[in-house]
């Protein structure tokens, strides 16, 4: 069993960065996929960044370029790296993290608020 903590998110201008923080309380090693998502108010929840063990990362088009994803499996941490940030990146955003490379992995964490003001 993997319980994920997300940790780094608050209120931030347009234009400035947050680094999201994904702690894990077991190894991390043995999950392919670790990944991002974020669901805004009224929305569906989306995908933002996922990247597996071999090092393969995906992004959402609306992201790519601003944000990167990275983990340390010695540190049982997955990041999220957002710069040049929007009003419409402001959404709750989660961790989640599979065994699988492919597909939505099984555990999720309780979720950070990110908030970019105009």
């Known amino acids: 069993q993997v319980q994920l903590v997300e940790s780094g998110g608050g209120l931030v201008e347009a234009g400035g960065s947050l680094r999201l923080s994904c702690a894990a309380s077991?190894?991390?090693?043995?999950?392919?996929?670790m990944g991002w998502y974020r669901q805004a108010p009224g929305k569906q929840r989306e995908l933002v960044a996922s990247?597996?063990?071999?090092?393969?990362?995906n992004y959402a088009d609306s992201v790519k370029g601003r944000f990167t994803i990275s983990r340390d499996n010695a540190k049982n941490t997955a990041y999220l790296q957002m710069n040049r940030l929007k009003p419409e990146d402001t959404a709750v955003y989660y961790c989640?993290?599979?065994?699988?490379?492919?597909?939505?992995?099984?555990?999720w964490g309780q979720g950070t608020q990110v908030t970019v003001s105009s």
């Open positions: 077991g190894s991390i090693f043995t999950m392919n996929r």
């Open positions: 990247m597996t063990n071999g090092g393969r990362t």
């Open positions: 989640n993290a599979g065994e699988l490379a492919v597909g939505t992995g099984r555990y």
